[in-house]
């Protein structure tokens, strides 16, 4: 059975840091890309992240310069470091990730974790 599972949130003041991993297990063939999504209250979830099998990565402008995506390719783990963090990043994030499986070729979500950003 295919899983991912997300750690690393909590409560941080505005302007701090969290940094977010995210593992995928199980009979996984290959992982073509992987992502962090995230949902506040009240709003649609929104892709924060990306990053391809080839190391290349993509960022909602509201994150751009203060959020980085990475991978450990060998462990199949991605991270979300968060910098300058904002009351406006309050929000589940979820990781997700295009895998080539025992199943086939699907995409996959992990449970989510709660990132809070108050003072």
């Known amino acids: 059975q295919v899983q991912l599972v997300e750690s690393g949130g909590g409560l941080v003041q505005p302007g701090g840091s969290l940094r977010l991993s995210c593992a995928a297990s199980?009979?996984?063939?290959?992982?073509?890309?992987m992502y962090w999504y995230r949902q506040a209250p009240g709003k649609e979830r929104e892709l924060v992240a990306a990053?391809?099998?080839?190391?290349?990565?993509n960022y909602a402008d509201s994150v751009k310069g203060r959020f980085t995506i990475s991978r450990d390719k060998a462990k199949n783990m991605v991270y979300l470091q968060m910098n300058s963090l904002k009351p406006e990043d309050t929000a589940v994030y979820y990781c997700?990730?295009?895998?080539?499986?025992?199943?086939?070729?699907?995409?996959?979500w992990g449970q989510g974790t709660q990132v809070t950003v108050s003072s």
């Open positions: 990053i391809t099998s080839g190391g290349s990565t």
């Open positions: 997700n990730a295009d895998m080539w499986t025992l199943a086939g070729d699907d995409d996959y």
């Open positions: 199980g009979s996984i063939f290959s992982i073509k890309a």
